[in-house]
């Protein structure tokens, strides 16, 4: 029994089989910055913003992008259903009609049973919402939103340029079209508390969303939080405290929450700090070990308030 509603056991659930992520990156760039440029945006973000290793360095046709994360997928992991991963930067920072010039031929070409769109709050005009609402009809359409923190100390310190209310109102009208939210946070920030951060756990829990992505800070070396670490190194969850860490956010997570991702992976050669990180195996094996040693599991800490009594979920499959 897992300690925690992982990414796989729902897709299991969900579609019966192992559903497997297709990235692509379109380079679009971001509100904050363009493709490469260093020096701006997001403090966390490195230049390459999360950019699938898979995808190697060079820029590819989209299509030789898919084709080429497809055979990874079949020859690393197998059979199973796939969905189409618009990541990296802002997917809905193009126009509306080059983010449908992108997916459309995708979606007819490929078999997805599913899409996903990395975006910012900031950053879902009412046209590109209508046209991620259109395509949910026919494929299970996810938004990653960069949520991070509800604290606006700390988006401030970021240089995030949204505020927790811009979060709010985009979950909201996410819902209000039935798209399925996954709402990205950061933990270990410097200068919060792990009181902040249970709060920004609780508030996001209780936004409704369909799916929590957790990740602890690493400060990586094309960022600029990766400047300020090399002037003045500052002090870094290590990868044992954020284990103790995510295990306490797991217990106030509600059961029935899928979590998609328990921490960042980012490359040695581009990562300032934590010095050391465990290997995902390692990671997960330890977290279940030490869950289970203690008779922890998801949500045995969370209790329903008043908002989460009257959860309704017309989406039957979580
Ligand atoms: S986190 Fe997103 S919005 Fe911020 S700089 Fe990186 S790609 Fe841009």
Request: hydrophobic share 35%; aromatic share 10%; with cysteine.
């Amino acid at each position: 029994m897992d300690s925690w509603f992982s990414f796989k056991r729902w897709s299991v659930r969900q579609y019966g089989t192992p559903l497997y992520r297709i990235p692509v990156d379109p380079g679009w760039g971001c509100p904050h910055r363009r493709p490469g440029e260093t020096g701006r945006g997001c403090s966390f973000c490195s230049v390459t913003s999360g950019r699938a290793r898979q995808l190697g360095e060079d820029p590819l046709e989209v299509i030789t992008q898919v084709e080429r994360a497809i055979e990874f997928s079949r020859q690393r992991y197998g059979e199973g259903v796939l969905q189409l991963y618009v990541q990296a930067y802002t997917a809905t920072f193009a126009s509306v009609e080059a983010l449908r010039r992108l997916v459309e031929p995708l979606l007819e070409s490929h078999d997805f049973v599913s899409l996903s769109v990395g975006t910012r709050p900031d950053c879902l005009p009412p046209s590109h919402v209508k046209l991620l609402a259109d395509w949910n009809q026919s494929v299970d359409v996810w938004i990653e939103l960069g949520i991070q923190s509800c604290h606006n100390a700390t988006l401030i310190n970021l240089n995030r340029q949204h505020s927790w209310e811009d979060a709010v109102k985009a979950v909201g009208r996410l819902r209000e079209r039935e798209l399925h939210v996954c709402p990205h946070l950061l933990f270990g920030l410097p200068g919060e508390t792990s009181d902040e951060m249970f709060e920004t756990l609780d508030q996001v829990v209780n936004l409704q969303v369909d799916a929590l992505k957790l990740h602890n800070l690493h400060v990586l070396r094309d960022s600029p939080l990766g400047f300020r670490w090399s002037q003045q190194p500052f002090s870094v969850l290590d990868e044992t405290a954020w284990l103790e860490l995510v295990m306490q956010l797991l217990r106030r997570i509600p059961p029935d929450l899928p979590v998609f991702r328990l921490f960042t992976d980012s490359p040695p050669e581009e990562r300032l700090a934590p010095s050391t990180q465990f290997s995902k195996g390692e990671f997960l094996t330890e977290l279940s070990r030490r869950m289970t040693e203690r008779s922890w599991c998801q949500g045995d800490l969370w209790r329903p308030n008043a908002k989460e009594a009257i959860r309704v979920d017309s989406r039957s499959h979580l």
